[in-house]
């Protein structure tokens, strides 16, 4: 009996240990733009993927550069072709937490204002950087907005002087998500 | 004896040994992005040539559906013309095109030629895409079309003319691959029908094989040669092989084609069937091909 009693705490605890909240995304948002006086360019995806662990805080992006699209096809493919360089480098990165997860209850109705730290890897180069985030949640409906600007020079992308007064050295980046819990396994 | 090793002592190991598991795989949990699964996607290979010309001949690029590339082409006269002619540069054939994506996958031209006052269209299909991931095809490779209507008087003004005698089709396979980022490579089977031919012995019908590259130097700058060997016995003994050599430089949006070659037409029934040009005693045209692309559809909003 005392057996099956220590079975049953056992099993329970497994059940806790695995249950430890993940949410996701595969539809993130991520759009960018430079404005300059010459020329505005702007490109947006809808398939970027991430990870939030509510455990540890901890959330992951990740970007296919091929996808974003632009309004001028010639455009797209000088992104992908001399600045991104999408062959070498297929993929756009962040890696960090949520400084202040604790204050973030994702089974609860509300706004929270979070600060995200990490790295971001872009063309190569990978960068410390510090965002700020709202969560909003509503009707078990979790969004997730935040936005930072980058510079170009900071990441390794060279501009050409011939082209230097239609691209922004800094660049206004805007990401958007809808986070599913993930199914526990 | 009472046997510690029994199944119930395993199982609670086993269970407890689970714990450890689970409490190490949230340590090492490093990436978390491996937990969704990557959907495998089809990576299309794009910019196997800056342009959708490698020099005089079609290269597999299309022109992006919604967008009308603008293109001026011109040769000088040829560089033996010596001092007098300034190597050339007295004379100029030209031609002034304009080509549109229907889709990214389809386009249509039109074009003028100064040369013999030819009037060209043609249509462009990318039926294969090179792609690499879920979708794996090794070649690019499009069928192209054209005619061209050649409007200058009739050399025997006295014979009875038809107007079909004007007439010259193109049918043309583009098969190409980019090797690398630096190197790309396309075949290209022609052949050009022609209505009314000057002699006898020369065909109607024309077979020729072109080949055409490109070495990127940089970025933005590209080295590309193209060779057009015409199959033996067609076409009369004055004609040559077209060859020419240039470069590619891009600047944002537009392309400059600089380079040397043995052929004064722009349009295929005139380069393939009709360059006059001996490399070896300076029968070459210094020429260039500019083109500007201009969105008329915005992509986003397709």
């Known amino acids: ?185 | 004896m009472k046997p510690w090793l029994n199944l119930r002592t395993i199982g609670l190991v086993f269970l407890l040994g689970l714990h450890f598991i689970g409490l190490k795989a949230q340590d090492e949990e490093e990436d978390l992005l491996s937990l969704i699964e990557d959907p495998e996607i089809t990576n299309y290979t794009f910019a196997t040539f800056k342009t959708n010309r490698v020099i005089n001949l079609h290269s597999v690029e299309n022109t992006a559906g919604g967008v009308l590339d603008f293109k001026i082409s011109h040769r000088f006269g040829f560089l033996n013309g010596g001092f007098y002619d300034l190597f050339g540069l007295d004379q100029a054939s030209i031609r002034i095109g304009a080509d549109y994506g229907l889709t990214n996958n389809l386009m249509v031209g039109f074009g003028r030629s100064s040369y013999e006052k030819t009037y060209d269209g043609f249509i462009k299909y990318k039926f294969l895409r090179q792609s690499t991931g879920a979708r794996r095809m090794p070649i690019t490779a499009a069928l192209m079309a054209s005619s061209a209507i050649k409007t200058v008087p009739f050399s025997e003004p006295d014979r009875e003319n038809y107007f079909s005698s004007r007439l010259y089709y193109t049918f043309q396979a583009i098969i190409g691959r980019k090797f690398s980022e630096g190197f790309s490579l396309q075949i290209s089977p022609t052949m050009v029908h022609r209505n009314l031919v000057k002699t006898w012995d020369e065909s109607n019908d024309v077979y020729a094989m072109g080949v055409g590259g490109r070495i990127k130097l940089t970025k933005r700058m590209s080295i590309n040669g193209e060779y057009i060997y015409v199959l033996p016995n067609q076409i009369g003994p004055d004609y040559r092989n077209s060859l020419s050599v240039g470069v590619d430089i891009e600047t944002g949006g537009h392309v400059f084609q600089l380079h040397f070659t043995n052929s004064t037409s722009m349009i295929e029934k005139g380069f393939v069937t009709e360059s006059v040009g001996n490399w070896l005693d300076g029968g070459i045209h210094f020429g260039f091909n500019v083109s500007r692309v201009f969105t008329i559809v915005d992509n986003n909003k397709k």
């Open chain 1, 1 to 185: 009996m005392k057996n099956i009693i220590t079975i049953f705490v056992l099993l329970i605890g497994l059940v806790v240990n695995v249950s430890a909240q993940k949410y996701f995304t595969k539809t993130g948002n991520i759009s960018f733009h430079s404005d300059t006086p010459m020329e505005k360019i702007e490109a947006v995806t809808n398939s970027a993927t991430s990870v939030l662990d509510m455990e540890t805080g901890k959330i992951q992006w990740a970007v296919l550069v091929k996808s974003f699209s632009f309004e001028k096809a010639l455009m797209e493919e000088h992104f992908n072709e001399n600045y991104m360089e999408s062959t070498k480098f297929p993929k756009a990165k962040f890696t960090g937490s949520i400084d202040n997860a604790g204050s973030l209850n994702l089974s609860k109705d509300g706004k929270y204002n979070v600060t995200v730290t990490g790295n971001l890897e872009i063309h190569g180069v990978t960068k410390p950087v510090t965002s700020s985030a709202e969560f909003v949640v509503k009707g078990g409906k979790i969004t997730a907005n935040s936005g930072l600007k980058i510079l170009v020079a900071d990441y390794g992308i060279d501009i050409p002087s011939l082209v230097k007064d239609k691209i922004a050295k800094e660049i206004d980046i805007k990401i958007q998500a809808t986070y599913e819990a993930m199914a526990k396994s």
